[in-house]
Every structure is written in structure tokens, then in C-alpha cells.
């Protein structure tokens, strides 16, 4: 029930997206209303997508990932007009899984990031993203200049339909964390800095 309730906010916004656009008379306002439909349409699919895998036992995880590809190709779709980044990486790190899977842990906490910039100032600020190996693990971290997250929030941060977002689903970090925990061996976790937030993603299972 929690996970139908959750979809609903997205489907939600995408209906009064679509009457506003229909209502209006203005063509860079189309434009505009065309994008956010465009950006929930993709991001429903994708943690629709997220949900199936998970209910999914005969996924073959056996592909090599590469780390570094995943996040800059991420970074491409972004695009540098909405964000800009300071990277740090370790262009060695792979790991054994299933890209789709992977790339759904690191869109999550990535997009994020960038949302919470935009919510302290209209001047964009860079998110920091770094990898690196310890032991058996894959470390990757990535810092926000944000507001933070609220205590209430971060008590519930994981569970589904919790967000800090008018439009949000909910859904984002605990389909990530679901994911990197059931599959591999991994966690997430948050913690407030004096200037935003850094989130810290450890994959353990089929590291090299």
C-alpha cells in the first residue's frame, strides 16, 4: 500500500503539469511544462523499473560495471546547465551486477544532490562525487551544498513515501538502499555538514 500511495505524488504533478500546458498560450511556458511531464514520466519508469528487479530472483548479476562510466554518463544526462560537479574519482573501480541496478543507487543520490542545491540559491553549486577502494568495499561519496536534511526526515529516511519534496514519490533512496543492501552487501548512509548533506554508498559483493 505504501508503494501504490507513493506513486500517486508524481502522477499527481503529471496531470496538473498536463492541464497547465493545455491552458497555456505561452510557447517557452510549454516548453517548460513539457520538460517537468518529460522528467516524471522518466522518473516513474524508473523506479518502476527499480521495483520489478527487485521482485525479480533470476536476475543475472554477473556483468562488470564500471563505476566511473555509470556516474559520468549520469552526469551527461544532467547535463552541465542544471549542475555542476567536482570529481574525485577512481577510475580502476568495477564491480560484478547489474548496470541498471547500479546506475539506479547512483541517479538517485546524485539527482538529489543536485535538487537540494537549487533549493539554497539560484547560483549553482557544485556537487562533489568521489570513489575510491577499501579492503573489499566500493566508497563512493557524494556531497551537497544544500539545506540538509531535517530530523524527521532523516529518522524515516529509508522507508517508502518519505521525502522532503512537495512532488516527490518517496521512493528514490529506498529502492537504492533496498537495492545495494538485498544484492550487494551494501548500505547507505547520510549524514547533515555544516554546508549540506554527504551521502555514502558502500557496495561490497563482487568488488575487484
Known amino acids: 500500500r505504501a508503494v501504490a500511495h507513493s506513486l500517486r505524488n508524481p502522477i499527481h504533478t503529471l496531470g496538473l503539469t498536463l492541464e497547465q500546458y493545455w491552458q497555456s498560450e505561452s510557447a517557452q511556458q510549454q516548453q517548460h511544462l513539457q520538460h517537468i511531464a518529460h522528467n516524471k514520466i522518466a522518473h516513474l519508469n524508473k523506479n518502476i523499473t527499480a521495483l520489478l528487479t527487485l521482485s525479480n530472483n533470476d536476475v543475472r548479476r554477473d556483468q562488470l560495471v564500471p563505476i566511473t562510466a555509470v556516474i559520468q554518463d549520469i552526469l551527461l544526462e544532467l547535463g552541465s546547465e542544471q549542475a555542476r560537479f567536482v570529481l574525485e574519482?577512481?577510475?580502476?573501480?568495477?564491480?560484478?551486477?547489474?548496470?541498471?541496478?547500479?546506475?539506479?543507487?547512483?541517479?538517485?543520490?546524485?539527482?538529489?544532490?543536485?535538487?537540494?542545491?537549487?533549493?539554497?540559491?539560484?547560483?549553482?553549486?557544485?556537487?562533489?562525487?568521489?570513489?575510491?577502494?577499501?579492503?573489499?568495499?566500493?566508497?563512493?561519496?557524494?556531497?551537497?551544498?544544500?539545506?540538509?536534511?531535517?530530523?524527521?526526515?532523516?529518522?524515516?529516511?529509508?522507508?517508502?513515501?518519505?521525502?522532503?519534496?512537495?512532488?516527490?514519490?518517496?521512493?528514490?533512496?529506498?529502492?537504492?538502499?533496498?537495492?545495494?543492501?538485498?544484492?550487494?552487501?551494501?548500505?547507505?548512509?547520510?549524514?547533515?555538514?555544516?554546508?549540506?548533506?554527504?551521502?555514502?554508498?558502500?557496495?561490497?559483493?563482487?568488488?575487484?
Open 89 to 208: 574519482l577512481d577510475h580502476t573501480l568495477n564491480i560484478f551486477g547489474l548496470e541498471s541496478e547500479i546506475r539506479t543507487i547512483l541517479h538517485t543520490i546524485i539527482v538529489n544532490a543536485v535538487e537540494a542545491n537549487h533549493l539554497v540559491s539560484n547560483t549553482i553549486k557544485p556537487v562533489k562525487i568521489s570513489s575510491h577502494q577499501q579492503a573489499e568495499q566500493l566508497i563512493i561519496t557524494v556531497q551537497d551544498n544544500g539545506p540538509g536534511f531535517s530530523d524527521a526526515i532523516l529518522a524515516h529516511l529509508f522507508e517508502p513515501h518519505i521525502s522532503s519534496k512537495a512532488d516527490g514519490a518517496g521512493m528514490g533512496l529506498y529502492l537504492a538502499n533496498r537495492i545495494a543492501h538485498l544484492y550487494y552487501q551494501g548500505s547507505i548512509t547520510v549524514t547533515n555538514q555544516q554546508d549540506g548533506a554527504t551521502v555514502t554508498i558502500t557496495l561490497t559483493t563482487g568488488t575487484h
